[in-house]
């Protein structure tokens, strides 16, 4: 689907919800309650957290991201679960701010009609994506030439992320033909033309390099004097199989394994800045007076530093002194043994600070020397580096990043001890997934999932 056309989507559905909840409020001022003059100011307050807290809600959970809207269905389920935990965010609001000035009537009419509002816009949803399915002159009709694994998989693609696309078949000599075919196979290559026109093809893919079949580059030349456009499929696979990314350097495309937007150096920039800022913010307004504080408890319940240093592995596999709060007393396996569950090494304050993760904040001195970022792959012992990198190929591949106080992983339960094979594979998955797709709006989210978990409460933390 087009990728503007999609940004439009997402921004038309994120703004309909925005003017439906504040039509609820609205709605309920003219017709339900009506503010006594002293009561102006509170009424403008629980607005405002209305629609922070309801921007803030669908930011994190990325209610609008392109996957979820492609499905009716997943839209309409993480609908509920977003509105369901607004309705809960916005009960915490007013009971921990005591906002006895705020008519009850007021408060669950707007609830209530915001939610129904909400049933009204994801049915206007279905509607639209029915009228781009169908409509007839604004779906593209689309011919796939060749039948083969990649036509198979593209048709598959085109189903499952187009909204306004209608395969019409495949073009192929029925000799390759060994097998029942999804979409009909309408004729073969050479008379590929000949169809388009009948049937007002408005797009021909091809599977089939123009090198395997001459009769592609005329394909080419007829496509473009009837308007139709020609898109071609590159098969890869015989040099390499896995996804690939496509660049140019200038007219020549250079193939990579994944993307990479911190390659980037303006991108490396705007992370640097933003890392310096927070740590700074942190330095200053926390750990000026957490030092001190936990540094006597520390140092009152276990003799011993207040801070440990461990040499970690950080980006491109050099080694740095990763800061926390000591959480154990001094044993001589620190630097070899993972912290376990009900571990007897740790102290009584060192509990409750991994618990509250307390104890990793002293990170954010190494993030301000800029050994590490707020977020990105948490840093391993070397010990742990190096028999992860044996056991799992794309282990190293997440020490392209700085290693960070915080991560993708760690935000989807992926934290604490490694137990098995799978769980350090997960935890690879998700660290390649945020090298490959990071953004400050990224990091941003991260950081603020990081918080909710932290005062939900980790079963992983300990």
């Known amino acids: 689907m087009n990728r503007r056309f999609i940004r439009f989507l997402q921004a038309s559905i994120a703004g309909l919800d925005l003017l439906t909840l504040n039509l609820a409020v609205s709605l309920t001022l003219v017709f339900i309650t009506n503010i006594p003059t002293q009561y102006v100011n509170y009424y403008f307050r629980f607005w405002l957290f209305l629609n922070t807290s309801w921007l803030l809600i669908c930011w994190a959970t990325a209610i609008y991201n392109e996957y979820h809207i492609m499905s009716f269905e997943i839209f309409a389920r993480k609908t509920m679960r977003v509105y369901i935990l607004w309705v809960a965010v916005v009960m915490m609001y007013l009971f921990f701010f005591q906002q006895n000035e705020l008519s009850r009537i007021f408060i669950i009419s707007v609830i209530l009609a915001s939610?129904?509002?909400?049933?009204?816009?994801?049915?206007?949803?279905?509607?639209l994506r029915h009228y781009f399915r169908h409509g007839e002159h604004l779906s593209k009709k689309v011919l796939i030439l060749g039948y083969n694994d990649i036509a198979?998989?593209?048709?598959?693609?085109?189903?499952?992320?187009?909204?306004?696309?209608?395969?019409?078949?495949?073009?192929?000599?029925?000799?390759?033909?060994?097998?029942?075919?999804?979409?009909?196979?309408?004729?073969?290559?050479?008379n590929a033309m000949q169809v388009s026109k009948k049937m007002d093809i408005n797009e021909i893919y091809s599977t089939i390099a123009p090198e395997q079949e001459k009769v592609i580059y005329?394909?080419?030349?007829?496509?473009d004097q009837e308007c139709i456009r020609f898109r071609i499929i590159p098969d890869l696979s015989f040099f390499i199989n896995q996804p690939v990314h496509i660049n140019y350097l200038r007219d020549m495309p250079v193939l990579s394994m994944r993307s990479e937007p911190l390659d980037d150096v303006s991108s490396r920039g705007r992370k640097r800045f933003f890392d310096l800022v927070v740590s700074f913010l942190v330095i200053v307004f926390i750990l000026s007076w957490l030092i001190p504080l936990l540094g006597l408890i520390i140092w009152l319940e276990s003799k011993g530093p207040v801070f440990f240093a461990q040499q970690r592995t950080g980006r491109d596999n050099k080694t740095f002194n990763c800061?926390?709060?000591?959480?154990?007393r001094v044993n001589s396996e620190a630097n070899t043994k993972q912290a376990q569950r009900n571990d007897d090494r740790l102290t009584r304050i060192g509990k409750f600070m991994r618990r509250t993760s307390l104890d990793e904040f002293p990170q954010f001195i190494n993030v301000f020397k800029g050994e590490m970022s707020i977020v990105g792959p948490r840093p391993h012992m070397l010990r742990h580096t190096e028999d992860y990198s044996k056991i799992m190929g794309q282990y190293m591949v997440r020490q392209f990043l700085k290693p960070g106080v915080t991560g993708w992983a760690q935000v989807h339960g992926y934290r604490g001890e490694i137990r098995d094979e799978e769980q350090l594979k997960k935890r690879i998955e998700h660290d390649i997934w945020y090298m490959e797709n990071w953004s400050i709006w990224l990091d941003m989210r991260i950081m603020f999932l990081t918080v909710y978990r932290t005062v939900k409460g980790d079963k992983n933390a300990f």
Do not use: W
Request: charged fraction near 25%; include cysteine.
């Open 152 to 190: 198979k998989k593209l048709a598959t693609y085109l189903e499952e992320e187009s909204l306004n696309t209608q395969i019409m078949g495949f073009c192929e000599d029925e000799s390759r033909v060994h097998e029942l075919s999804t979409y009909p196979i309408l004729s073969n290559i050479s």
């Open 115 to 127: 939610g129904a509002f909400l049933l009204v816009n994801r049915f206007i949803y279905l509607l």
């Open 218 to 223: 005329d394909l080419i030349k007829q496509a």
């Open 323 to 328: 800061l926390k709060f000591r959480s154990m």
